[in-house]
């Protein structure tokens, strides 16, 4: 039996430290969306970042390799939020698709942060050389197939209008709510984005949709 030495077992370092770590590292993403949102990604700088986390480049570096890395990291978060939000279930109608939408869209309104490091990273990303070029173009790519699905969906199940061009609505209510995010992050008090995005896809869905019988 080992023997008793009175003192009191030390705890596993393991759990907490991850549970530090792990904080840190989101500190650092929320961080970076700030930084990105303001100065896009190639003003900004990891010593500034880390700085505003209270931590040393090298800390930082500890976690994310590079700005790109950081970058990459923060455009997944980001993506594993919107996917669970409007990928994770099967909407039983285009129309409910189109109300997921405009929660999203309302969801939005609360992390400004993230609505302007989108437009602002959109438009650098332009440019083939940009690190989050390829992710923006395949982001868009995705967004627009998913869409175009759930359109034929509808066209095939009698919901939406025989001659929909399913690609161009798809198209069009993409543009249509990033252009309204960008007028809004420009100046939040302009608009009511979630009334003025539902409003639309309103409109649209009632051009689009089959005559009742």
Same mark, same amino acid.
């Given at each position: 039996?080992?023997?008793?030495? $009175?003192?009191?077992?030390? %705890?596993?370092?393991?759990?907490?430290?991850?549970?530090?770590?792990?904080?840190?590292?989101q500190k650092i993403?929320?961080?970076?969306?700030?930084?990105? $949102?303001?100065?896009?990604?190639?003003?900004?700088?990891? *010593?500034?970042? *880390?700085?505003d986390c209270g931590?040393?480049? $090298?800390?930082?570096?500890?976690?994310?390799?590079? %700005?790109?890395?950081?970058?990459? +990291?923060?455009? *997944?978060?980001?993506?594993?939020?919107?996917?669970?939000?409007?990928?994770?279930?099967?909407? =039983?109608? @285009?129309? =409910?698709?189109?109300?997921?939408?405009?929660?999203?869209?309302?969801?939005?309104?609360?992390?400004?942060?993230?609505?302007?490091?989108?437009?602002?990273?959109?438009?650098?990303?332009?440019?083939?050389?940009?690190? *989050? /070029?390829? @992710?923006?173009?395949?982001? #868009?790519?995705?967004?627009?197939?998913?869409?175009?699905?759930?359109?034929?969906e509808g066209v095939?199940? $009698?919901?939406?209008?025989?001659?929909? =061009?399913?690609?161009?609505?798809?198209?069009? /209510?993409?543009?249509?709510?990033?252009?309204?995010?960008?007028?809004?992050?420009?100046?939040? +008090?302009?608009? =009511?984005?979630?009334?003025?995005?539902?409003?639309?896809?309103?409109?649209? #869905?009632?051009?689009?949709?089959?005559?009742?019988?």
């Open positions: 039996m080992p023997e008793n030495t $009175g003192r009191t077992p030390r %705890k596993s370092a393991g759990r907490g430290s991850y549970a530090v770590g792990g904080a840190r590292r993403l929320d961080t970076a969306v700030d930084h990105f $949102g303001q100065w896009g990604f190639h003003a900004s700088s990891l *010593a500034r970042i *880390a700085h931590i040393t480049q $090298g800390g930082l570096l500890h976690h994310f390799r590079s %700005k790109e890395d950081l970058l990459l +990291s923060v455009l *997944a978060q980001s993506e594993q939020h919107d996917e669970e939000s409007l990928f994770s279930v099967d909407p =039983d109608s @285009y129309a =409910d698709y189109l109300d997921t939408l405009v929660a999203l869209i309302e969801e939005n309104t609360r992390r400004p942060g993230i609505v302007r490091m989108f437009n602002v990273l959109v438009g650098e990303s332009g440019n083939i050389g940009h690190p *989050a /070029h390829e @992710y923006f173009r395949e982001r #868009y790519a995705r967004v627009l197939r998913h869409t175009v699905a759930l359109l034929e095939r199940r $009698g919901e939406l209008r025989a001659d929909t =061009d399913c690609p161009a609505v798809a198209q069009e /209510h993409l543009a249509v709510m990033d252009g309204l995010q960008i007028q809004w992050a420009l100046d939040p +008090s302009s608009m =009511d984005m979630p009334a003025r995005v539902g409003a639309y896809l309103r409109r649209r #869905y009632a051009e689009i949709a089959a005559p009742q019988e």
